[in-house]
């Protein structure tokens, strides 16, 4: 049982207790009726008390059961809230710290309501893609007014109840408590003092209206289209919140149940489910144990104030940790240290951060020139360039001056990371630290682990990861670790598209169609097409296996870079960053299909869609099987929040599972048949062949 049944004198108290955010799972509904019952058959009580205990009165549904059998299992939480309603004696909900959800539907069903201050309240469905199902579309507009109900019904986001009990006429809270400490006593004096009052009553009999009626639901209507894009549940807020004005309550509440039904089944909500398990997941590494004792971070070193050293600076500073940069000579750190700083001044001036939190960061910053001043660093960062001889003299340094036990991270994109690790007497404390460009911007970072990494290392990595607010992903070591190591291939079938017919703004415009953030072509504008033309020179050394189309090498051959060139795949016009079709371009991809002997075809964005993601997903198919990724969807945080994936998608992986990975293996297969293609690489990875032949998914 997970919920508990206490008698003081007079008054029965229900405490669910279902750590950590009492979520009500079936075996807590199951708890709170046989509390209710209990107390109801009991003549020595008079009233009920509903409570959490520990860190929650509920955060609502166990999400582990979402779209599952047992969510439904009577008693569901319709039911459980039915219960509370119709009991004859009067139920207080006695709320704090956190409820959400279930749990604010739970409490809107009981017949008073007492809160702690500082408690977060909210329905944060809409961010699962769906509406609150249980009732809260229904009573909140009823409690706190349409208005205020519909924002945070729409924005999922949670408000302070203090804040919530200062709005004039407000019905949610029936009595704030002085403090956290004192609820459960005021709570129970509470339920005494209204021990006796008949009718009880219930929000679902309160009226509930906007002034302006039709006219407000428009304006809402509107604003929402804005902000919902590619997701259907925050216009579907505003339907159900207009019904509970316009129906009958019952009526209202069935409207809101099929609402949620059928976005259950979408596959945006799908999608931000599995959002939702997969960022968790990817915080745990099968073989270490959550209580693995991590290393102490409190100051952080930087070696390079370039490009990348600077924005992971940023982030530790932005956490309140002290970093010292190490650079080569005094103008390489003056030239770091000012683009830091005019990054924050931008912030400032842009209202997003305040002066004096500007100056305490900036204070937190130190620089040398000396490895011996950065010896007592508990983690250090290099960040120097590309070229393994570099990161040896560095590493050398390093395991040199650097005390024992500090943790050496290496931000390297594309080196072996055992390789840099066997430059130290201390392979045991080396990392690898991928942080993405803009480092101080984006989300992700891919934890490399070395052979020889400690677990205890790789903990605290992650640990510091979610301090800097990053979403951190183990990778093992291969080239191009997880994300580039699928992105190369992504890049490839772009290559040959456009070889056999499509335009680059074709691809691109597909690709944004399906939801990324870029299409291949701009995104290459943008980091720097000389990039891959690299990699693409060391494999026709290293991998002679694998095939790739010239046409980028051709650009590369014209100095078209991209936008730090005014020229790449598209024409740039001086200071702006809007991709112009080039006609120079369309001609050197023509000229070279003519020595190719090509005939152009007309390829449709289907196949454009199909071939770019199923190369991510036979690529990341590969990954998993090699134990390079521990499992699918940390793929899928990769590409969510590194690479632009779009969210109501879930990820490469998720969308091959929503497409069905036989139909996926079909379409490899069909590839398979086109000579200009690399038959070889479509050939579905074992992993993703045996799901298919199993009817089964990667989730
Ligand atoms: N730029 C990106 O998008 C990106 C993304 C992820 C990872 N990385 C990786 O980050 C690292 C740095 O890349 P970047 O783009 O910041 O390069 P960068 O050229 O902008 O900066 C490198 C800095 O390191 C300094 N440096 C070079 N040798 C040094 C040494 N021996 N000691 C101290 N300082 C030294 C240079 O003076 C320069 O300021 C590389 O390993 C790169 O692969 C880059």
């Known amino acids: 049982m997970t919920a508990e049944y206490k008698v003081h004198g007079d008054v029965a108290v229900i405490t669910m207790n279902n750590p950590p955010v009492n979520g009500l799972g079936h075996a807590t509904r199951v708890g709170l009726t046989d509390g209710l019952t209990r107390a109801n058959a009991d003549a020595a009580v008079k009233a009920i008390v509903i409570t959490g205990a520990g860190k929650a009165f509920s955060g609502g549904a166990d999400i582990k059961e979402f779209g599952s059998p047992k969510a439904l299992a009577e008693p569901n939480l319709l039911s459980v809230i039915i219960a509370v309603e119709n009991s004859p004696k009067p139920v207080v909900a006695a709320i704090h710290t956190v409820c959400m959800g279930g749990g604010l539907e739970l409490a809107l069903g009981c017949h008073y309501r007492i809160a702690a201050p500082g408690t977060n309240v909210a329905l944060p469905e809409v961010k699962l893609g769906l509406i609150p199902g249980a009732g809260g ?16 019904i729409v924005s999922g986001e949670p408000v302070k109840s203090e804040m919530l009990a200062s709005l004039p006429g407000q019905k949610l809270f029936d009595k704030m408590a002085a403090a956290p400490e004192s609820l459960a006593e005021e709570a129970l004096a509470y339920a005494r003092s209204v021990a006796d009052a008949r009718p009880l009553p219930l929000v679902r009999n309160m009226p509930c209206k ?19 894009k590619n997701f259907p549940a925050p216009a579907k807020c505003v339907d159900a919140v207009e019904s509970a004005t316009k129906k009958k309550f019952d009526e209202g509440m069935a409207y809101e149940r099929e609402i949620f039904t059928a976005l259950m089944f979408t596959p945006e909500s799908r999608a931000l489910r599995h959002l939702f398990v997969a960022e968790r997941a990817a915080s745990k590494i099968p073989d270490v144990p959550e209580d693995t004792v991590k290393r102490e971070i409190k100051s952080v070193a930087v070696i ?10 940023m982030n530790f500073l932005n956490a309140g940790i002290p970093v010292k940069i190490l650079e080569m000579k005094q103008e390489a750190l003056d030239k770091g ?7 924050y001044e931008s912030q400032v001036k842009r209202g997003k951060l305040k002066q004096d939190k500007y100056d305490q960061r900036m204070a937190l910053l130190s620089t040398t020139l000396s490895y011996d001043e950065l010896k007592d660093a508990d983690l250090v960062i290099e960040a120097v360039f590309e070229e393994l001889g570099v990161k040896e003299k560095v590493f050398k340094e390093l395991d040199r001056v ?9 931000n390297t994109s594309t080196l072996d990371v055992d ?9 045991q404390d080396v990392v690898g630290m991928h942080f993405f460009s803009p480092a101080n911007v984006m989300k992700l970072l891919e934890v490399v682990r070395g052979k020889e990494t400690a677990k205890d290392v790789l903990a605290t990595v992650m640990a510091i990861g979610k301090k800097i607010k990053k979403t951190a992903v183990v990778s093992g070591v291969c080239d191009g670790f997880i994300g580039n190591r699928m992105i190369e291939q992504y890049s ?4 040959f598209l456009v070889d056999e017919g499509a335009t680059p703004q074709q691809v691109d415009k597909a690709m944004e169609k399906f939801g990324m953030a870029m299409g291949p072509f701009r995104m290459g504008d943008l980091a720097g097409n000389d990039i891959g033309w690299a990699i693409r020179k ?3 050394t290293e991998r002679a296996d694998m095939k790739y189309s010239r046409t980028a090498d051709k650009l590369c051959e014209l100095g078209r870079f991209g936008q730090k060139t005014g020229a790449g795949w598209y024409d740039y016009e001086a200071g702006k960053r809007d991709a112009i079709p080039s006609a120079l371009v369309e001609k050197m991809i023509e000229d070279h299909r003519k020595e190719l002997g090509i005939t152009p075809r007309k390829i449709s964005d289907d196949e454009i869609v199909q071939r770019l993601v199923f190369a991510l997903v036979n690529e990341g198919a590969r990954i998993v099987e090699d134990g390079i990724a521990s499992r699918a969807s940390d793929i899928d945080m990769v590409y969510l929040t590194g690479y632009g994936f779009p969210m109501h998608r879930g990820g490469p992986m998720m969308y091959a599972d929503q497409v069905g990975l036989f139909n996926v293996a079909q379409a490899m297969k069909r590839f398979q048949q086109n000579p200009r293609d690399d038959a070889a690489f479509w050939e579905p990875a074992p992993l993703l062949a045996k799901l298919a032949a199993e009817s089964k998914t990667f989730s």
């Open 137 to 152: 579309t229904q009573r909140l507009p009823r409690v706190l007014g349409v208005e205020t109900a519909l924002n945070m």
């Open 210 to 228: 906007h002034p302006l009626g039709d006219a407000y639901f428009q304006f809402a209507r509107n604003m929402v289209k804005g902000m919902a």
């Open 304 to 313: 390079g104030a370039g490009t990348m050293g600077g924005g992971i600076s």
């Open 337 to 343: 240290l000012a683009i830091i700083r005019k990054n």
């Open 402 to 410: 650097m005390k024992p036990g500090a943790i050496l991270a290496s």
């Open 419 to 427: 390789k840099i690790a066997a430059f130290t007497k201390r392979p």
């Open 492 to 495: 490839r079938q772009a290559g």
């Open 538 to 540: 060391r494999r026709a």
